[in-house]
Each structure stands twice: as structure tokens, then as C-alpha cells.
């Protein structure tokens, strides 16, 4: 599964794969599946009941690590993720995560024949 999104101006690739759990251990050294099941705490955001204990539970960096191993795996010439990330000068997070959600997904689901 493929999206583009226009982000500060520009467009960039994201893309779910069959190696991209295998992308995100090896590049941060943690399970691609449990990082995601930690963002449940944004289910709370999504319904517009956040708590501040809500926003302190969430874990930003899992979200910019995931958004980064979405793109890299699209691109395999991006860079690492803090040069990637500075390559920004505006990076809505609130914004791509919605957008992203799709793929995030895509990953956990099974089909069924």
C-alpha cells in the first residue's frame, strides 16, 4: 500500500510493506507492532476528549520514527531520520498521522479468502 502527501511543499512517498516492521527494528531496535499498539493513547484525541494526561502518555518519537520508516521504505534514498526530519521546516504531525493511518493499518490487518 502506497500514499503520496504534500508536506511543507513537497511531495513525499509513503509505503507499507511486508519488510517495513523488519525496516523499523533494524533502524530503532523496536518491534514495529508494539510501537504502534502504544499510539492507542491517541484514540482519546481522535473522539476530541484529550485529557493532559492523555497528551502525557503519548510517545512523539514513536510517531516521527513510524512516519520516517513509512517514507523510507518508499525511498530508499531518504536520509537517516533526524537529517530527513530537518530537511522540514514545517512537519505537521497531527496532520500526516490521520493521513498515514490507513497504512499504519494495513499493517495489523489480516485478509480474509
Known amino acids: 500500500m502506497e500514499k503520496t502527501l504534500t508536506i511543507d511543499g513537497r511531495e513525499v512517498r509513503f509505503k507499507s510493506t511486508a519488510a517495513t516492521p523488519l525496516r523499523y527494528k533494524a533502524q530503532f531496535g523496536k518491534d514495529y507492532f508494539s510501537e504502534i499498539l502504544k499510539m492507542e493513547s491517541l484514540a ?31 525511498d530508499r534514498n531518504i536520509k537517516e531520520p533526524m537529517e530527513w526530519l530537518d530537511g522540514f521546516d514545517e512537519f505537521p504531525l497531527m496532520e500526516i498521522i490521520p493521513e498515514l493511518q490507513d497504512l499504519i493499518i494495513a499493517s495489523l490487518q489480516t485478509k480474509k479468502k
Open 44 to 74: 482519546n484525541v481522535k473522539q476530541g476528549k484529550v485529557s493532559s494526561k492523555d497528551i502525557q502518555k503519548i510517545d512523539f518519537e514513536i510517531f516521527y520514527n513510524i512516519i520516517w520508516v513509512l517514507a523510507k521504505t518508499a
